[in-house]
């Protein structure tokens, strides 16, 4: 029997927001910030979104895709995020997996670093994952986190 092949992908995505960074770093830790930027979307509906913001605390996001995205209508997704380190105001390190129809299809390690630049600051956004046969797949992985980024500009806005 063989095993599915890994695909293992690095990315960086270096944002700057009109905002201090005490501000970016709320719209991380605040449920109710994240969930607007993070969590609710255009091609699914959320079913689920519970956070534990600090270290050992987990995120769990759970939604079904509607019609007009890549996956089938009414497929069910799965995203469970462990807060590994936090820093107020500078870093929040996590560790998380995704699933879509029950199937792990990666996971991922992913650094958020916040520096205040005037009074702008500078996100520079890290992930190192491994995904699974059947997985989303780096590119899409990466577009997915700068439509998130694009997405946090506008809560931040």
Aim: glycine letters at 8%; proline letters at 5%.
């Amino acid at each position: 029997m063989s095993e599915p092949a890994v695909v293992h992908s690095t990315f960086v995505i270096e944002r700057s927001y009109p905002a201090s960074a005490e501000r970016v770093f709320a719209a991380f830790a605040d449920p109710v910030k994240k969930r607007r930027w993070f969590a609710e979307g255009e091609g699914f509906e959320l079913d689920t979104f519970e956070m534990d913001f600090r270290e050992g605390g987990m995120e769990r996001a759970r939604f079904r895709f509607k019609s007009g995205t890549p996956i089938e209508p009414g497929t069910t997704c799965a995203n469970d995020t462990y807060y590994l380190d936090i820093v107020p105001n500078h870093r929040i390190v996590v560790a998380y997996n995704m699933a879509v129809a029950g199937r792990r299809i990666s996971s991922s390690l992913a650094t958020t670093e916040i520096f205040p630049a005037g009074q702008a600051s500078k996100l520079i956004y890290t992930e190192q994952s491994a995904f699974f046969a059947g997985a989303d797949g780096p590119v899409v992985r990466e577009n997915g986190w700068r439509e998130l980024l694009d997405r946090l500009a506008r809560e931040l806005s």
